[in-house]
């Protein structure tokens, strides 16, 4: 039987030895999300009922369908890939979507939002290590994209996601952490409310934070294995 309560303790206690960890100047709290993508809405209560404050899904029709059981609130992050056409149940259903990767689904977003008289908080996806198996701008790309994104009135930029590819070895994941970090600090000098870096899971969370993520997504450590 997996025990979400002694699985977040774990995790948060992991959390904190990380940040111990980091080498950075400041040393700003982690928010943990707590991915419940492919588990039922009991494991998501779970979670909630043990003081779990944000929760992450992948998709929108799953998503709906546990939100609406919900007895509490808590902060909803949208961490997989969107299309254009599913903006709108987007924007009613999430707080924060970490997967802003084009110019055309940033528009979708900003008009879906617009519809609902939303302001829409959004994340920039980050593809760093240009894997063709997962989304996200490339890095010579992202300027453009930031400019873009700024140009739309009913959407924030509050930061960058990346998730980094699956090495077998996790080090190797460090050095795109700390890359990103980097890039999120100087980009971040010349703005406002511009204040989340999501990056680690499960299997690199403690690498990631170490080298600067303030928000983590994290699934299997808490929920234990997905059945697909
Ligand atoms: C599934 C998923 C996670 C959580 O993965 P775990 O390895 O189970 O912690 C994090 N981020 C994204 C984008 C995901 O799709």
Do not use: W
């Not at 928010?31 to 043990?50: F, P, R, S, W, Y």
């Not at 709108?88 to 900003?110: C, G, M, P, Q, T």
């Not at 077998?168 to 870096?197: H, T, W």
């Amino acid at each position: 039987m997996v025990s979400v309560v002694e699985n977040l303790k774990a995790v948060a206690n992991e959390i904190e030895l990380s940040r111990g960890k980091r080498k950075i100047k400041d040393n700003p709290p982690v928010t943990l999300i707590a991915v419940t993508k492919n588990h039922g809405v009991e494991m998501m209560q779970q979670a909630i009922d043990a003081g779990v404050l944000n929760i992450g899904e992948n998709r929108i029709q799953e998503a709906a369908e546990k939100f609406k059981s919900l007895n509490r609130e808590v902060t909803r992050h949208l961490i997989g890939h969107l299309q254009t056409n599913k903006a709108k149940a987007a924007v009613r259903l999430f707080d924060l979507i970490h997967s802003v990767d084009s110019e055309n689904l940033a528009a979708a977003i900003d008009k879906a939002a617009f519809s609902i008289g939303k302001i829409q908080d959004v994340l920039i996806q980050v593809n760093l290590a240009k894997e063709d198996s997962k989304f996200g701008v490339y890095e010579e790309n992202l300027q453009t994209l930031i400019e873009a994104v700024d140009a739309l009135q009913n959407l924030r930029l509050r930061g960058f996601m990346l998730i980094a590819p699956n090495y077998s070895e996790v080090e190797n994941c460090r050095p795109l952490f700390s890359r990103m970090y980097e890039i999120f600090v100087e980009v971040g000098k010349a703005r406002q409310n511009f204040d989340f870096l999501s990056m680690g899971m499960t299997h690199d969370y403690k690498i990631a934070i170490e080298e600067g993520a303030n928000m983590v997504r994290i699934g299997t450590a808490i929920f234990g294995e997905r059945n697909y």
